[in-house]
């Protein structure tokens, strides 16, 4: 019985070695759940007869370090949660904590071992998040959207003096305006419906230019487009007290003024929408001019160069115009029981019946952790405890080699005394 006894912990403490083994090599795994062996008593009948490794648990739920990788496509989550991977071969959902993405040649978000990521399709042009499923990545081109807007907004000196010349427009567009008849002047690049450029300029002057007589308050603007004047100039007066725009109207007119550019034909057969150009937020107070916000919408047509995440989880698009679009957003899912999944491999687990049904949700919302970017969670594994395992588990098997030892000694004697 000592010697069956003796050997039954002899066999157990193997099982335990192999899970701490496990453990100490997947100590730099991605993602990597510690395992520890539970211990429980043989008992045949009535009668204790020994141990043996009853159950192997993981520590799910212990997260583990963070590492910045600088790799746009890298995320880890921070808190409770796992992504959501659809394996190809079996359909078979499945859950990890390893977030290695990248772009398959079919053009959809997989994950390090070739499953596709579950997500929300997020529609570009309203931002509206799909049903859960697969994220597809658009790795075409996208089209040229034309200019409807330009914002500026910037202080207009009240120290300009009225130009000394009167504004005289160009005559053709390879004409510069005299620059003894205006203050100041802005570019802004705008697009044609094929995403044609174009320069729309903005000259600033002083009202009163040539009359020698500048009027406080008051600036004219005119508008030239690729060396031609187009549209009606604008008059902006400001307040001789608070500096602030009047007109445009901040409130009446929301602060713009509208260039009726609607069906001019460019070179390349392209056509130009109107342009409404906002300036609220500039102001008219003394010192120096400056000019904080100038900026026009729309953009060229351009090619797939690349994905990345976003801090929310978004599937951040960029193309070769510079521009970028949120074509999707990770899933997270949580469980009722995370303990309880049943394991495929050591970073990656299925539903079971008692883990529970998972509640998928974006990423930060409801129980759901938030995304770091460029970054990826390290094992859970603390090598100090294993190491002390190690030992623990030596002395124990030193102490059942013990215990049939003494018994083989025994029976030696006994044998000879017979």
């Given at each position: 019985?000592?010697?069956?006894?003796?050997?039954?912990g002899?066999?157990?403490?193997?099982?335990s070695?192999?899970?701490?083994?496990?453990?100490?090599?997947?100590?730099?795994?991605?993602?990597?759940?510690?395992s520890?062996a539970?211990?429980?008593?043989?008992?045949?009948?009535n009668?204790?007869?020994?141990?043996?490794?009853?159950?192997?648990?993981?520590?799910?739920?212990?997260?583990?370090?963070?590492l910045?990788?600088?790799?746009?496509?890298?995320?880890?989550?921070?808190?409770?949660g796992?992504?959501?991977?659809?394996?190809?071969s079996?359909?078979?959902?499945?859950?990890?904590?390893?977030?290695?993405?990248?772009?398959?040649?079919?053009?959809?978000?997989?994950?390090?071992?070739?499953?596709?990521?579950?997500?929300?399709?997020?529609?570009?042009?309203t931002?509206?998040?799909?049903?859960q499923?697969?994220?597809a990545i658009?790795?075409g081109?996208?089209?040229?959207?034309?200019?409807?807007?330009?914002?500026?907004?910037?202080?207009?000196?009240?120290?300009?003096?009225a130009?000394?010349?009167?504004?005289?427009?160009?005559?053709?567009?390879?004409?510069?305006?005299d620059?003894?008849?205006?203050?100041?002047?802005?570019?802004?690049?705008?697009?044609?419906?094929?995403?044609?450029?174009?320069?729309?300029?903005?000259?600033?002057?002083?009202?009163?230019?040539?009359?020698?007589?500048?009027?406080?308050?008051?600036?004219d603007?005119?508008?030239?487009l690729?060396?031609?004047?187009?549209?009606?100039?604008?008059?902006m007066?400001?307040?001789?007290?608070?500096?602030?725009?009047?007109?445009?109207?901040?409130?009446?007119?929301?602060?713009?003024?509208?260039l009726?550019?609607?069906?001019?034909?460019?070179a390349?057969?392209?056509?130009?929408?109107?342009?409404?150009?906002?300036?609220?937020?500039?102001?008219?107070?003394?010192?120096?001019?400056?000019?904080?916000?100038?900026?026009?919408?729309?953009?060229?047509?351009?090619?797939?160069?690349?994905?990345?995440?976003?801090?929310?989880?978004?599937?951040?698009?960029?193309?070769?115009?510079?521009?970028?679009?949120?074509?999707?957003?990770?899933?997270?899912?949580?469980f009722?029981?995370?303990?309880?999944?049943?394991?495929?491999?050591?970073?990656?687990?299925?539903?079971?019946?008692?883990?529970?049904?998972?509640?998928?949700?974006?990423?930060?919302?409801?129980?759901?952790g938030?995304?770091?970017?460029?970054?990826?969670?390290q094992?859970?594994v603390?090598?100090?405890?294993?190491?002390?395992?190690?030992?623990?588990?030596?002395?124990?098997?030193?102490?059942?080699?013990?215990?049939?030892?003494?018994?083989?000694?025994?029976?030696?004697?006994?044998?000879?005394?017979?």
């Amino acid at each position: 019985m000592s010697f069956d006894i003796a050997l039954s912990g002899i066999q157990a403490i193997n099982d335990s070695l192999d899970v701490t083994s496990h453990n100490i090599a997947n100590a730099g795994t991605y993602g990597y759940k510690a395992s520890r062996a539970n211990f429980s008593t043989l008992v045949a009948g009535n009668q204790q007869t020994g141990v043996k490794v009853g159950s192997t648990t993981q520590n799910i739920g212990l997260q583990g370090g963070i590492l910045n990788t600088g790799r746009g496509l890298d995320a880890s989550i921070n808190g409770k949660g796992f992504f959501i991977a659809k394996d190809a071969s079996t359909n078979e959902t499945q859950y990890t904590r390893v977030g290695i993405f990248d772009a398959s040649k079919d053009g959809f978000l997989v994950d390090a071992s070739g499953r596709k990521v579950q997500g929300y399709p997020v529609d570009v042009k309203t931002g509206t998040m799909g049903a859960q499923g697969d994220l597809a990545i658009p790795t075409g081109a996208i089209p040229a959207v034309v200019s409807e807007k330009v914002t500026y907004v910037g202080n207009l000196s009240a120290d300009w003096e009225a130009p000394s010349a009167t504004w005289v427009a160009p005559a053709t567009a390879a004409d510069a305006p005299d620059t003894a008849t205006f203050n100041m002047s802005k570019a802004s690049v705008i697009y044609d419906t094929l995403g044609g450029k174009h320069t729309l300029t903005q000259y600033f002057a002083r009202t009163g230019g040539g009359t020698g007589a500048s009027t406080p308050n008051s600036v004219d603007v005119h508008y030239v487009l690729d060396g031609l004047e187009v549209g009606t100039p604008t008059t902006m007066t400001f307040s001789p007290t608070t500096g602030q725009m009047l007109t445009p109207d901040p409130a009446a007119d929301a602060g713009s003024i509208t260039l009726n550019l609607a069906g001019t034909t460019t070179a390349n057969g392209g056509t130009l929408n109107d342009i409404v150009i906002n300036y609220t937020g500039t102001t008219g107070f003394a010192g120096e001019a400056t000019t904080s916000t100038n900026n026009a919408d729309g953009y060229a047509s351009g090619t797939f160069s690349g994905v990345t995440l976003g801090q929310d989880g978004s599937l951040i698009a960029s193309y070769t115009n510079g521009q970028k679009q949120t074509v999707g957003r990770l899933a997270v899912a949580t469980f009722p029981d995370e303990g309880a999944l049943t394991a495929v491999s050591d970073t990656s687990w299925t539903t079971s019946i008692t883990s529970g049904e998972p509640l998928v949700t974006a990423a930060g919302v409801g129980m759901a952790g938030s995304i770091n970017v460029s970054t990826l969670e390290q094992s859970n594994v603390d090598i100090t405890s294993e190491l002390v395992g190690l030992m623990t588990s030596q002395r124990n098997y030193q102490a059942n080699s013990k215990v049939i030892q003494t018994e083989s000694t025994m029976l030696q004697s006994l044998m000879q005394a017979i």
